[in-house]
């Protein structure tokens, strides 16, 4: 593996049946990275983070973090190393408060305990702007307190890397805008962020590096602005549009991509919480 990584995939390979998930997938992120995924839906980017996580085991190939091998370490070990996640759907405690999720998650996934626990759960609200909302039970959150809630149970379990799955799906541009300035300031604390998103201005805010992500291969991987105009890129995502403002500066007018379930930069409905 190259010496600085501090996730790498060599030669994975997962499959659902016929449905190709990862196709002897190779690829590093480096200490402090941000990279953003999108594809298609059903490209298979939530698999790819269940390899990543240890949710979901390969059929071949092999994971490395920080220099250890992985690869069947379960998820809860694999969070312990420093590999936090969020899922697509938010998966609260609902009858518990905002404050016992996140020291649940200090305590189980941070392996943390007593002072330090509560002190890392009282520093991921804060982190999140969720402070104010400490007390409140979980199951009356609305969609933007949710996410926020997933992101401050991923932070209080201590990641190095932490991956975002559609954490800006649903919310308004303004929420989207929150949220960026949120998972900005994670990331300047020293964690690598791999943030899967359909919503491609939210990624193209923070991320200096984009993977696409389609049947099962990098169609493509690089600078944002370069992989959104690449023609493969394009082709994946045919039939849809991404205005201007979704594009980094300088990569011209309105180019064909987005994701299936945008067009425009309007926000699906529900997108992200199915
Ligand atoms: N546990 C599973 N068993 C069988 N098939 C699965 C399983 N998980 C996912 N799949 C299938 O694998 C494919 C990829 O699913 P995945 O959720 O990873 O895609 P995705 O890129 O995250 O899609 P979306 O953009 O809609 O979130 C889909 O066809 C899905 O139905
Ligand atoms: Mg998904």
């Not at 200090?106 to 007593?114: D, H, I, K, V, W």
């Amino acid at each position: 593996m190259s010496a600085d990584a501090l996730l790498q995939l060599d030669q994975v390979a997962k499959r659902f049946g016929r449905v190709i998930i990862a196709e002897d997938l190779s690829f590093a992120i480096a200490p402090g990275e941000a990279v953003g995924i999108v594809g298609p839906n059903g490209a298979g980017k939530t698999s790819l983070f269940g390899l990543i996580s240890g949710d979901l085991s390969p059929d071949a190939g092999k994971v490395t973090f920080d220099g250890r091998t992985v690869t069947r370490l379960n998820s809860a070990a694999r969070c312990r190393l420093g590999i936090g996640r969020t899922y697509q759907v938010p998966r609260p405690f609902g009858d518990m408060t905002v404050f016992e999720n996140v020291l649940v998650a200090a305590q189980q996934g941070g392996g943390l305990r007593r002072r330090a626990s509560y002190d890392a759960a009282a520093q991921a609200l804060e982190r999140t702007g969720m402070t104010g909302q400490a007390n409140v039970t979980a199951a009356r959150l609305g969609l933007l307190q949710r996410k926020r809630l997933e992101l401050a149970r991923a932070v209080a379990s201590g990641p190095r890397l932490l991956l975002l799955d559609e954490v800006a799906g649903g919310l308004t541009d303004p929420e989207v805008a929150q949220l960026v300035e949120i998972v900005r300031g994670i990331h300047a604390d020293g964690v690598a962020v791999i943030w899967i998103e359909h919503v491609v201005r939210a990624l193209t805010a923070f991320v200096t590096r984009l993977i696409c992500l389609a049947g099962g291969t990098f169609v493509g991987d690089g600078a944002p602005a370069a992989v959104l105009s690449d023609p493969a890129v394009r082709e994946v995502f045919l039939g849809t549009e991404v205005t201007a403002s979704l594009v980094p500066r300088g990569s011209g007018g309105t180019v064909p991509l987005g994701g299936p379930r945008g067009s425009g930069g309007t926000v699906p409905p529900g997108g992200g919480d199915e």
